[in-house]
């Protein structure tokens, strides 16, 4: 059972922004960095964004991460239609000493 | 470039044990964490927990009475036990080089389809 929450969905034409929240507490996202993972159908999740808002090489510019107290948002510019994907927030829970992943999001280019 | 591949028995009965193994390429199993991570036909990803290179681990408390992580530096490789496995452990196991303890993975296997069926 998933401690961080995400919206099921989000949804935008070509070319606009979406922005895609995950929802967490003080023991989590309020004390740890967050990472954010793209999945695109049928394979394994790709890191997009880590502490909170840094860019592994080779990922575009246009998504972007960052973090405030116990919330974090994935924002992703320039939609286009291969963004098409599930994506998860992910931390540190240190409270409950383990990995956390956020209850995923469907990202539908219109 | 880093590249995992998890292997091993992709249909395991009711109550026995899914054992899987993890062979890291393209750079060494050294100076990292690696990481279990699992996830149910259709659903979101659970983290099982991880081991450094010197064997330390860390299991995910809901599951922590029956896993067992081991790693082999000569191989380059870890593996995942779970015992008295049921239908609810169904899953997609991927395995992925952690870069804290937990904090985030930057390199994932391709995912292994473990169904547990009589």
């Known amino acids: 059972q998933s401690v961080l929450t995400q919206p099921p969905s989000v949804s935008a034409a070509p070319g606009q922004k979406v922005t895609i929240s995950c929802s967490g507490s003080s023991s989590n996202i309020g004390d740890n960095y967050v990472s954010w993972y793209q999945q695109l159908p049928g394979t394994a999740p790709k890191l997009l964004i880590y502490?909170?808002?840094k860019r592994p090489s080779g990922i575009p510019d246009r998504f972007s991460g960052s973090k405030s107290a116990t919330s974090a948002t994935l924002a992703i510019a320039g939609l286009q239609t291969g963004d098409e994907a599930d994506y998860y927030c992910g931390t540190w829970d240190s409270s409950l000493s383990v990995g956390v992943f956020g209850t995923g999001t469907k990202v539908t280019v219109l | 470039q880093v590249q995992l591949q998890e292997s091993g028995p992709g249909l395991v009965k009711p109550s026995e044990t899914l054992s899987l193994t993890c062979t890291v390429s393209g750079g060494s199993i050294s100076n990292y964490y690696w990481s279990w991570i699992r996830q149910p036909p259709g659903k979101g990803l659970e983290w099982i927990g991880y081991?450094?290179?010197?064997?330390?681990?860390n299991y995910n408390p809901s599951l922590k009475s029956r896993v067992t992580m081991s790693v082999d530096t000569s191989k380059n490789q870890f593996s995942l036990k779970l015992t008295s496995v049921t239908a609810a452990d169904t899953a997609v196991y991927y395995c992925?080089?952690?870069?804290?303890?937990?904090?985030?993975?930057?390199?994932w296997g391709q995912g292994m389809l473990v169904t547990v069926s009589s």
């Open positions: 502490d909170n808002n």
């Open positions: 992925a080089r952690d870069l804290g303890s937990g904090s985030y993975c930057d390199y």
């Open positions: 081991i450094y290179y010197r064997g330390n681990t």
